[in-house]
């Protein structure tokens, strides 16, 4: 009893710090990115590019495929063994690889292009989107509660 609690423990402390480290590491990744882009429409047109792909591999590769394709792998396994398996799963994982990497170029192409479109390219300067003002953040507007500042 006391070595399966240990080894439950042990796994999800495992998990946890697992689960932590991507969190810093994508903080670290925002924060370059953020250094690196700026705040503006290139920055909006990359993410966004990148969000495409990230739904697909969502939908696709965590979640129904996940639960279709193991079902249909452990069938496999019963009754054509091992080697059969393992080309029917290569070929899927192929095929949405392939799916996602074309997905990825595609949407980050057009985000590259859009700076050329004139329509856009206007847009995108010292002050993109100008109609959309700004709040000037001023130091001495902010309300305190912790009093003035100095």
Known sequence: MGSTINSILKKTLSLA????????????????????FGGGAITSAWTFSL????????????????TVLIPIISQTIEKSGRESARRQFSTVFLWVTL????????VSSLAMLAEHIP????????????????P???????????????
Do not use: H, Q
């Not at 710090?17 to 690196?36: D, H, K, N, Q, Y």
């Not at 969000?51 to 996940?66: M, S, T, Y």
């Not at 000037?136 to 100095?150: A, H, I, K, P, Q």
């Open 51 to 66: 969000k495409i792909p990230n739904l697909f591999r969502r939908v696709f590769g965590e979640g129904l495929i996940g």
């Open 17 to 36: 710090g697992a689960i932590f480290a991507s969190r810093v590491l994508g903080f670290i990744r925002e924060l370059l990115m953020a250094a690196v």
């Open 136 to 150: 000037s953040l001023v130091r001495d507007s902010y309300f305190s509660l912790n009093g003035e500042w100095e």
């Open 119 to 134: 329509y856009i390219a206007e847009k995108i300067g010292d002050i993109p989107w100008s109609e959309y003002p700004r």
């Open 99 to 106: 799916l996602l990497s074309l997905c990825t170029i595609l």
